[in-house]
């Protein structure tokens, strides 16, 4: 009786393909599209059946990874119309970081417990290959025990080009100077139809392929991404998945699958070209979960991006299916730009807070999801190492705080 309550008005396809995917059948793209335009109680089954599928697949840890981005140079004249990251060169706010600004921030993130440095940046017109390797010679020489994630698609097709090399010598060159894995970024939707008008001078759906198919031929593993919210269809989400899968069939490579919200206030895409305002909520779990229950087995870590999302939905997002909450950032302006307002660094102890909300355990990863530390005793917990920042407080407690007043919430008898 109570699972006829339960699941009595749920679309009886729905339920069909939930069933199957939990027995272990390889879902096709019109799945996909059916579970991509549920909502209600068919988007709540998708959701109850994403977190078994995640309990299955890798238990019921939350892994983070303790990581700094550097974008070394906001100039970039590729001019993607949902970016509000890019500058020209003579922009007052343009800039390009020197190798000795890379190196502090190294410093800062290494003493905050960084393991990874997350390096992209815009497509600087005065810079190739060369630059590349100096930022991972320079940063390996300073910090060889961090792990350096670094440059996308996007970038390394840019600095190929400029060397002269072939695509795999070039990327081992790479590899040789430090590189220890890939973003998977600069996929938005891989659908020539829609790259053509969301970035039309951005590389192509083949070349993505093929850069990111020859990174993994040598080892070099990457993420995978996908860009939602803004003018595609669910049946070119369900088509970009399916192309991931099939690479992670042929390669092995992928590490990780984040579905990544547009971010719509300050870009053209939205303001100009008509693109919708962003995810749902809705459309953030759909995805989670879908990606979920299509990729399995052959990508079983989904990440949320708090930074699009926001650190509830993201917490929500991982009782649908997700298992990872990706970075603490430290420094994040990509998003920032087109107009996130989630903050740039989210730190350990706050990770490790909204993970045990949901009554579920931390654990801190490498960039390539071996497990450094488990967190099962909140008492045992590391001490901070965050900067200090003062604290702002409102109402009366601010005025007795300045006046010296050891106890803020002191109740002062008057007259």
Not at 80 to 96: L, N, P, Q, T, V
Request: negative net charge; contains cysteine.
């Amino acid at each position: 009786m109570i699972l006829e309550r339960l699941f009595g008005d749920v679309n009886p396809l729905v339920l069909e393909v939930l069933e199957r995917a939990l027995g272990g059948a390889e879902l096709s793209v019109d799945d996909a599209v059916l579970l991509l335009e549920t909502g209600g109680a068919d988007l709540q089954a998708l959701m109850r059946a994403a977190d078994v599928a995640r309990r299955e697949d890798v238990g019921d840890d939350i892994s983070f990874v303790v990581c700094r981005n550097m974008n070394f140079t906001n100039v970039c004249y590729v001019g993607c119309s949902f970016c509000g990251f890019a500058r020209h060169k003579d922009e007052a706010d343009a800039y390009d970081h020197p190798m000795e600004e890379l190196i502090e921030k190294g410093r800062e993130a290494v003493a905050r417990g960084a393991t990874e440095f997350c390096i992209q940046a815009g497509i600087h017109p005065n810079k190739d290959h060369t630059h590349y390797h100096e930022v991972l010679t320079t940063l390996k020489e300073h910090f060889p025990q961090v792990h350096i994630h670094a440059f996308s698609p996007e970038e390394m097709d840019w600095g190929h080009r400029k060397s002269g090399m072939e695509l795999a010598d070039y990327l081992r060159w790479l590899v040789d100077a430090g590189l220890g894995t890939m973003p998977g970024t600069a996929a938005e939707i891989l659908d020539d139809e829609i790259r053509q008008t969301i970035s039309p001078r951005k590389l192509g759906r083949d070349r993505w392929i093929e850069i990111v198919e020859a990174a993994h031929s040598i080892g070099l593993n990457s993420t995978s991404t996908l860009m939602y919210g803004h003018i595609e269809t669910a049946r070119h989400v369900a088509e970009h998945l399916a192309l991931l899968r099939e690479i992670q069939k042929r390669t092995g490579g992928f590490t990780e699958f984040v579905p990544l919200g547009y971010i719509h206030e300050r870009n053209t895409l939205f303001n100009h070209l008509g693109a919708r305002p962003g995810a749902s909520v809705s459309e953030d779990l759909k995805l989670v979960a879908v990606s979920r229950l299509f990729l399995r087995p052959w990508i079983p870590n989904i990440q949320v991006s708090w930074v699009k999302m926001g650190p509830k939905v993201a917490q929500v997002s991982l009782m649908a299916g997700a298992n990872d909450f990706g970075g603490t950032l430290m420094e994040e302006s990509i998003s920032r730009e087109s107009g996130s307002q989630y903050g740039e660094n989210l730190p350990p102890e706050q990770m490790r807070r909204l993970i045990r909300e949901i009554g579920r355990t931390p654990v801190e990863r490498s960039t390539t999801y071996e497990v450094l530390r488990r967190f099962d005793d909140p008492a045992a917990d590391p001490p901070s190492l965050e900067p200090e920042r003062p604290q702002e407080l409102s109402g009366p407690a601010r005025w007795r705080l300045r006046e010296g007043d050891s106890d803020p919430l002191k109740v002062h008898a008057a007259g």
